[in-house]
C-alpha cells in the first residue's frame, strides 16, 4: 500500500496539478472523478501511483485537501471560480496607464475583507509621471480610509515591495496590462525558468499564462500569481457582505430609518446623508450601488 505524501498545490491547470512535496521535489497529480475543487494554495494528501520517485516522472492522485485558512474566489449568477486558497494578503496592482478599473478594485477589497485578508494596492508604473499623477488621484478615497497604497515602477525598482510581502501568502491580482508579470520577474528573476518547468511537467505550455502558480519567495513568505481579471463577481456575497466590505460604512451600518434600507433612494439613509456630508467619497456610494444592485 503506497503511503500518503503531503503536499501544496503550486500549479493548477483544468484536472492537472502540481503538488510541491515536504522534500522540496514535485509531482504531477490528479484528482478523482470529473468535479475538482482544488486550487492554487491547498495543502494535500497526494497517494502516489507507481514508482514514488518524482525524478522518474512519479504522479500521484489527490486525496484529500486539508482544511482551509481562507479561499480567495469570485462567482457569477453561473459559476464559481476559485483563485487562491490559503493565502493571508491580496495585492491588487493598478497602474498609472492604461486606465484601471476602479470597480475591480473595490471588488477585490471587498472579496478580501470577506477572507479577512491583509490589502495592499501597488500603483505601479509611477515612472510615466503625468499618468500617475491622475492615477494617485484615483486612489486617495482609499488611502484615506486606510488601505496601504505602495509606489513603485517594476521596470526600475521593486525593493520597497519585498518587506511588505514577508511573512504573507500573498495573491498577486489584477487587470491585464497592469504589469503584473513585470513584477513577477523583478522579484522572481527565475520565475519564467519555473513557468516553463511547470509547463514542461504539465505538457501545457500552450496554457502557462492561463492558471494560478504559487512561488516561494524566502522561507517564510510567498506569491500566488493568478491570470489577468477583467471582471470579479461576488455573487456569493449577501447584500450585508457587500456593505461590510466596504469598511468606510461600519460607522454608519444599522443607523438607516428603515433595518433594509439599500441606501439608493430611501429616506433616513444614513450612508447617504454621510456622502452629503462628504465623511463617505461620493464615488465609492457610487461603486457601492454599482456592486450591490448588480447582483454582486
Same mark, same amino acid.
Given at each position: ?10 500549479? *493548477? ?18 484528482? &478523482? ?10 495543502? !494535500? ?12 516522472? *512519479? ?35 493598478? *497602474? %498609472? ?31 510615466? %509621471? ?21 509606489? $513603485?515602477? %517594476? ?8 518587506? $511588505?510581502? @514577508? ?15 513585470? $513584477? ?9 525558468? !519555473? ?12 496554457? /502557462?499564462? /492561463? @492558471? ?69 467619497? *461620493? &464615488? ?11 447582483? @454582486?
Amino acid at each position: 500500500m503506497s503511503k500518503i505524501l503531503h503536499g501544496q498545490i503550486v500549479a *493548477a491547470f483544468g484536472r492537472q496539478y502540481l503538488a510541491r512535496l515536504a522534500d522540496g521535489s514535485e509531482m504531477l497529480c490528479l484528482t &478523482r472523478g470529473k468535479k475538482s475543487e482544488v486550487v492554487c494554495g491547498d495543502q !494535500a494528501e497526494i497517494k502516489p501511483t507507481g514508482d514514488a520517485s518524482a525524478e522518474n516522472g *512519479a504522479q500521484g492522485v489527490i486525496e484529500r485537501i486539508a482544511p482551509r485558512r481562507s479561499l480567495l474566489h469570485r462567482s457569477d449568477a453561473f459559476r464559481e471560480k476559485l483563485i487562491a486558497a490559503n493565502v493571508t494578503q491580496i495585492v491588487v496592482v493598478v *497602474a %498609472a496607464e492604461p486606465s484601471f478599473s476602479d470597480e475591480l478594485l473595490a471588488r477585490c477589497l471587498v472579496a478580501a475583507f470577506d477572507q479577512k485578508l491583509d490589502v495592499l494596492i501597488v500603483l505601479n508604473k509611477c515612472d510615466l %509621471a503625468e499618468a500617475a499623477v491622475a492615477a494617485r488621484r484615483r486612489l486617495m478615497p482609499y488611502s484615506a480610509i486606510g488601505y496601504r497604497v505602495l509606489e $513603485l515602477s %517594476a521596470k526600475r525598482e521593486v525593493s520597497a515591495l519585498r518587506p $511588505l510581502l @514577508h511573512g504573507h501568502t500573498s495573491v498577486l491580482v489584477g487587470q491585464s496590462g497592469m504589469g503584473k508579470s513585470t $513584477l513577477i520577474n523583478a522579484l522572481l528573476p527565475d520565475a519564467q525558468a !519555473a513557468t516553463r518547468e511547470i509547463s514542461s511537467a504539465l505538457d501545457s505550455g500552450k496554457h /502557462t499564462t /492561463t @492558471h494560478a502558480r504559487l512561488y516561494r519567495l524566502d522561507e517564510a513568505s510567498s506569491l500566488i500569481d493568478c491570470p489577468g481579471v477583467q471582471a470579479f463577481g461576488l455573487h456569493h456575497l449577501s447584500f450585508g457582505g457587500i456593505e461590510q466590505g466596504f469598511v468606510e460604512f461600519a460607522p454608519y451600518l444599522g443607523q438607516c430609518r428603515f433595518h433594509d434600507c439599500h441606501h439608493t433612494h430611501e429616506p433616513g439613509c444614513a450612508l447617504r446623508e454621510a456622502v452629503a456630508a462628504k465623511k463617505i467619497d *461620493a &464615488r465609492r456610494m457610487e461603486l457601492f450601488q454599482q456592486i450591490s444592485g448588480a447582483g @454582486h
